[in-house]
């Protein structure tokens, strides 16, 4: 999802870093030349097309990792999935070749359900009926077995292979140690993010990009090596890592290249890529059955990636911040002689301006503004919203996700249909903010997702069309929400720390998807509790949002004071 990109807004896609950057006060008027040399720059590339031939086919190149990227973004929803298993019963048995759908098992095992409305059967997992000792007849009969259970120490699994097969890692008091590598997921995600972005910005985005995508494949192969839970899970630490870089490097990389224009444009087409590349996983579980097959599938291939070396431009921007000018008017001659235009002389003397450092004014500008900040009560509030707002987008967000195979039906198909459902949610968001503003949109997604999710537990057992239909509603709900935090959380910022504070609050975004891999896991407790608790964080976040102001139409704040007009 689009909040691994902390420094950018994931619908308008706009660089918050760098653009529109304004001074904090009228003091140090000669500095606001700096900004000249991004500004001459986005000339340059209006002049060579905004977005033509060498842009789409570039951007499209930096696409297709993303696919990859997302997909191992949650390939652990399968390879960590809990497969269909019962306890095995030697007395009916083949004990050298067992099958899990045998036509004796409703008397030998339990109905997982039966204390339930469900009509349906579904064998527990680790109890079994205690046989009859009266019975000394040969096969299994419902007179085989008492209505009393033992529990059972070994088992029989359907045709589908994860780890709980391979490690035995069965019953209720083992399932945290699934939901565990969820969370070490998302601590990877938070490193990785943090770790690629400063090198990015220290040694290029082409070759951070490229390394991201050797790392997750690497570690995504030698996973399915693994001897052990231990080692897996480090494995699914380290690939997270990698994983965190793939999506904002390509962010920055189409953001950089494009005009101001059509920066919107990337941003939702980037988003489109990541919903098919997690839709993808789908499909390639339900063909494989094997987590091993699955996760080579999702790493192996992007290793043919590391050819983009020789095939991706820098950025031009960041080589001009560095001060490598023949590089960058190397790479921009190239853009121009694809698109077929001439650059003028006048344009070109950008490449031979000095070179202007703006960070340590920045830097020496944010403490003052934070502390100005913290001292506004009305600010502290409104920020103590949005950061809670963004905690729940990430719990709801990928609480749905991982729910979504365990909500009754065809798991791979609902996986599917949850990821596919953001392509959508993008869409709505970007139609909503510039029809109805960001306050009324980010509200109205978050208490549809929150209605919907608490509507499913009320549905029939007999209805389960229907709890699809209101998940899924709920999933395109918080997509959008998502999305439009990204555009009302930098509008409400003062400029100079605007970056800062967005990617604060994609931080705090983690800390809610660290805990979401818990969420399926207390639906073996409670049944409705998983989606009681996601929906209503989301109308509590829902309805707080309606306290936050309304940005659209609104001139950007540049100082604390501007921000507590709003």
Not at 6 to 25: A, H, I, R, W
Not at 427 to 453: D, E, F, P, Y
Request: proline share 4%; glycine share 8%; aromatic share 12%.
């Amino acid at each position: 999802m689009c909040f691994l990109a902390p420094n950018f807004n994931c619908v308008t896609g706009y660089y918050l870093k760098c653009g529109d950057m304004q001074l904090l006060s009228d003091e140090d008027s000669d500095s606001c030349h700096l900004l000249m040399n991004s500004l001459d720059f986005d000339d340059v590339v209006e002049e060579l097309g905004e977005l033509g031939r060498y842009q789409i086919l570039m951007y499209t190149l930096a696409c297709i990792p993303v696919l990859f990227g997302a997909a191992n973004s949650l390939t652990y929803v399968f390879t960590a999935g809990v497969p269909n298993y019962r306890c095995l019963v030697p007395e009916c048995d083949n004990v050298t070749n067992p099958i899990y759908a045998s036509p004796w098992i409703e008397w030998a095992i339990p109905n997982k359900h039966q204390s339930t409305t469900a009509q349906y059967y579904e064998a527990e997992y680790c109890e079994r009926y205690i046989r009859n000792t009266t019975d000394i007849g040969i096969g299994c009969f419902p007179q085989t077995f008492t209505n009393r259970t033992e529990r059972c120490h070994e088992w029989v699994f359907d045709d589908e292979r994860t780890i709980v097969n391979d490690w035995n890692i069965t019953c209720l008091e083992n399932q945290w140690m699934l939901s565990l590598v969820g969370t070490c997921h998302f601590a990877g995600i938070i490193i990785g993010s943090g770790a690629f972005g400063a090198l990015a910005d220290r040694y290029g985005r082409k070759l951070m990009f490229i390394l991201s995508i050797f790392l997750m494949s690497v570690s995504g192969i030698i996973q399915v090596f693994s001897n052990g839970y231990v080692m897996f899970a480090i494995f699914i630490f380290i690939n997270s890592i990698g994983t965190a870089g793939i999506f904002p490097l390509a962010f920055i990389i189409g953001v950089e290249m494009v005009g101001r224009k059509k920066r919107e444009v990337t941003g939702i087409i980037l988003n489109y890529f990541y919903s098919v590349g997690e839709a993808l996983i789908a499909l390639f579980a339900w063909v494989t059955k094997d987590w091993v097959q699955l996760q080579l599938i999702a790493s192996a291939p992007a290793l043919i990636f590391l050819c983009y070396y020789w095939i991706l431009p820098e950025s031009a921007r960041w080589l001009l911040a560095k001060n490598r000018k023949v590089e960058a008017k190397a790479v921009m001659y190239r853009v121009a002689e694809c698109n077929k235009v001439v650059l003028s002389d006048h344009l070109m003397e950008i490449f031979e301006e000095p070179q202007f450092k703006i960070d340590s004014l920045e830097e020496a500008k944010i403490l003052p503004v934070v502390k100005c900040m913290a001292k506004s009560r009305k600010l502290v509030f409104r920020f103590s919203i949005v950061f809670f707002i963004w905690a729940v987008n990430a719990f709801v967000y990928y609480g749905l996700s991982l729910s979504s195979t365990s909500i009754g039906g065809d798991k791979y198909l609902n996986f599917a249909l949850v990821s596919l459902v953001e392509i959508p949610g993008n869409t709505l968001a970007w139609v909503c903010i510039n029809k109805i503003g960001r306050k009324w949109s980010l509200a109205g997604s978050l208490l549809i997702s929150g209605v919907t999710c608490c509507l499913t537990i009320f549905v029939p057992a007999d209805m389960h069309w229907l709890v699809i239909v209101f998940f899924l509603i709920g999933k395109l709900g918080v997509t959008s929400a998502f999305s439009v935090s990204y555009v009302h959380t930098s509008e409400m910022l003062p400029t100079i720390i605007r970056s800062g504070g967005v990617g604060l609050a994609s931080t705090t975004a983690r800390v809610g998807a660290l805990v979401a891999p818990f969420v399926p896991l207390l639906g073996q407790y409670v049944p409705y509790l998983p989606m009681l608790l996601l929906g209503g964080f989301a109308v509590v976040a829902g309805l707080l949002a309606l306290k936050l102001p309304e940005t659209r139409g609104v001139k950007l704040p540049e100082k604390v004071i501007d921000a507590q007009r709003l």
